[in-house]
């Protein structure tokens, strides 16, 4: 299956590309946006700061061609930032819209939770699923591993909420929601874990 990775100059796009095509897949990074909005499915990967990135995005054409996709029913995975820019707002060093796919906002952990969770949340945490996440994470126990690198968390609503993480409390680790999927850590540095999420994003038919 054809995966495009979108590159708009914000991502670890070799590592999400590598962990691609060992979970199966023939991935493609694209900067043109005419190919990213006739993709079969689109990754949307994501480093850094928000604003710089959906600046990016609108900046290179990105924004529209993933909207293009999306109306058209195209499967669309986030990693991370990727999941975040999901969202209605972002709330980190001002205010920035997001691409409004998902209610609610991004923004600092320690801001938006009130928990008591050590800040960036780095390593190996297990996540707990919900039944949104039938099929696109695996149910054994070595599945719910995933490497996590983050300082913000997304708030929304409880019915698009794949999968939790206890950082604290628990704060969302997966949503899913229509023709998106998207995770909050990275499946490309969790090994069997993010294999099995990656394998479930292809067999995915929303």
Same mark, same amino acid.
């Given at each position: ?5 979108? /590159?708009?100059? $914000? ?22 946006? /005419? %190919?990213?909005?006739?993709? %079969?499915?689109?990754? #949307? +990967?994501?480093? =850094?700061?928000?604003g710089p990135a959906m600046?990016? &995005?609108?900046?290179? =054409? ?15 995975? =986030? *990693? ?11 709330? %980190?060093? =001002?205010?920035?819209?997001? #691409? ?12 938006? @939770?009130? #928990?008591?969770?050590?800040? +960036? ?5 297990? *996540?707990? @699923?919900? +039944?949104?996440? /039938? ?9 719910r591993f995933v490497y ?8 929304? /609503? ?14 969302? $680790? ?13 499946? %490309?540095?969790?090994? &069997? ?8 994003? #292809?067999?995915?038919?929303?």
């Amino acid at each position: 299956m054809n995966v495009t990775i979108v /590159d708009y100059g $914000a991502g670890n796009l070799r590592s999400v590309a590598n962990a691609f095509y060992l979970a199966g897949a023939d991935p493609v990074l694209a900067s043109n946006p /005419d %190919e990213v909005a006739g993709s %079969e499915r689109i990754v #949307l +990967p994501g480093v =850094g700061a928000a604003g710089p990135a959906m600046l990016a &995005l609108r900046q290179s =054409g990105m924004a529209e061609a993933l909207n293009i996709a999306r109306m058209r029913g195209t499967p669309i995975m =986030g *990693i991370c930032l990727g999941m975040q820019m999901m969202a209605e707002r972002l709330e %980190e060093y =001002g205010s920035h819209t997001g #691409l409004g796919w998902i209610p609610g906002h991004a923004g600092p952990i320690e801001d938006n @939770t009130n #928990l008591p969770c050590r800040v +960036p949340h780095t390593g190996w945490s297990e *996540i707990s @699923t919900t +039944p949104a996440a /039938d099929g696109l994470i695996g149910r054994g126990a070595r599945d719910r591993f995933v490497y996590f690198c983050h300082s913000n968390c997304l708030i929304t /609503d409880e019915e698009v909420v794949a999968a939790t993480v206890e950082c604290g409390g628990p704060i969302v $680790a997966a949503i899913c929601h229509e023709t998106l999927f998207a995770v909050q850590f990275h499946p %490309e540095k969790s090994q &069997l874990g993010g294999e099995r999420v990656l394998q479930g994003f #292809l067999d995915w038919k929303p």
